[in-house]
């Protein structure tokens, strides 16, 4: 990507910068970090026509966000004819996937329990953003019907299986009840940013799909990432240091199936 290519307030802003890709995450979105002799570090969202509605509501989410938790300024919003660009500020830190943090893996759990919590208490009495269910499953049937659904990056146990069966076992699997929350949405650990030496949450990043939803929504893509990244077996410290007395297991399993189709 060069800054020829891009639209042309964003090519004054970046001229003369240079970029980075970044592998980490599995947005669907190229992701560039830019450094710029004249300004600080910044991050280059591009997303195609499949994602640009996401991108779009992040930008908003973001701006919305601004007073409420520690996310990355909007510097730039554009359009061409086939992508969106979203520029952002840097969030100082280590992603919570980067190796440093297994050293000291009850603090990592700690950590990322806290940035939940964090997330969770932000008031959802004027929040605009609508994530729930019926809003998620109708979402979940038009990516089905349209082939939006990537079936080669079903997680382990699902591969081999279609959208159209996932989708019918979904439906028959919904919870009777939702606990609303303000919620990230899509809480993984490269989506948390931490500053290793305070031992403290710096910030989080990805904000596409976030607003109001259930928060296990939240509890069951932290524990899936957390066996991703570093094994199974803190699940239950997780759920302690978040706070739970009980485990929904079926709002657990529930909401890491609907995130296949997403």
């Given at each position: 990507?060069?800054?020829?290519?891009?639209?042309?307030?964003?090519?004054?802003?970046?001229?003369?910068?240079?970029?980075?890709?970044?592998?980490?995450?599995?947005?669907?979105?190229?992701?560039?970090?830019?450094?710029?002799?004249?300004?600080?570090?910044?991050?280059?969202?591009?997303?195609?026509?499949?994602?640009?509605?996401?991108?779009?509501?992040?930008?908003?989410c973001l701006t919305w966000l601004q007073s409420r938790l520690p996310v990355p300024q909007v510097y730039a919003f554009a359009h061409d004819q086939i992508h969106s660009y979203?520029?952002?500020?840097?969030?100082?830190?280590?992603?919570?996937?980067?190796?440093?943090?297994?050293?000291?893996?009850?603090?990592?759990?700690?950590?990322?329990?806290?940035?939940?919590?964090?997330?969770?208490?932000?008031?959802?009495?004027?929040?605009?953003?609508?994530?729930?269910?019926?809003?998620?499953?109708?979402?979940?049937?038009?990516?089905?019907?349209?082939?939006?659904?990537?079936?080669?990056?079903?997680?382990?146990?699902?591969?081999?299986?279609?959208?159209?069966?996932?989708?019918?076992q979904l439906l028959a699997n919904q919870p009777r009840d939702e606990d609303l929350v303000f919620t990230h949405g899509d809480y993984c650990l490269p989506n948390v940013l931490?500053?290793?030496?305070?031992?403290?949450?710096?910030?989080?990043?990805?904000?596409?799909?976030?607003?109001?939803?259930?928060?296990?929504?939240?509890?069951?893509?932290?524990?899936?990432?957390?066996?991703?990244?570093?094994?199974p077996g803190w699940e239950p410290l997780l759920w302690h240091e978040y706070g739970l007395t009980t485990v929904e297991e079926e709002k657990i399993a529930f909401y890491q199936?609907?995130?296949?189709?997403?």
């Amino acid at each position: 990507m060069t800054t020829h290519t891009l639209p042309a307030d964003l090519q004054t802003l970046l001229a003369g910068a240079t970029w980075q890709a970044i592998d980490v995450g599995c947005s669907g979105n190229q992701v560039y970090r830019i450094i710029h002799p004249n300004t600080s570090v910044c991050y280059l969202k591009i997303a195609n026509t499949d994602n640009q509605a996401e991108l779009q509501t992040e930008k908003a989410c973001l701006t919305w966000l601004q007073s409420r938790l520690p996310v990355p300024q909007v510097y730039a919003f554009a359009h061409d004819q086939i992508h969106s660009y979203l520029l952002l500020s840097e969030i100082p830190g280590l992603m919570a996937c980067d190796k440093t943090f297994e050293r000291d893996i009850p603090t990592l759990v700690n950590l990322l329990a806290a940035g939940l919590r964090q997330i969770h208490q932000v008031a959802i009495t004027d929040c605009p953003f609508d994530q729930r269910l019926l809003h998620k499953l109708e979402l979940a049937q038009r990516r089905v019907a349209t082939g939006l659904v990537d079936e080669t990056d079903f997680d382990e146990q699902r591969q081999g299986m279609n959208a159209e069966t996932l989708l019918k076992q979904l439906l028959a699997n919904q919870p009777r009840d939702e606990d609303l929350v303000f919620t990230h949405g899509d809480y993984c650990l490269p989506n948390v940013l931490l500053d290793p030496q305070q031992r403290r949450v710096n910030g989080f990043i990805d904000w596409g799909r976030a607003g109001i939803a259930d928060r296990y929504q939240d509890l069951a893509l932290a524990a899936r990432s957390l066996i991703y990244n570093v094994g199974p077996g803190w699940e239950p410290l997780l759920w302690h240091e978040y706070g739970l007395t009980t485990v929904e297991e079926e709002k657990i399993a529930f909401y890491q199936l609907l995130d296949e189709f997403f």
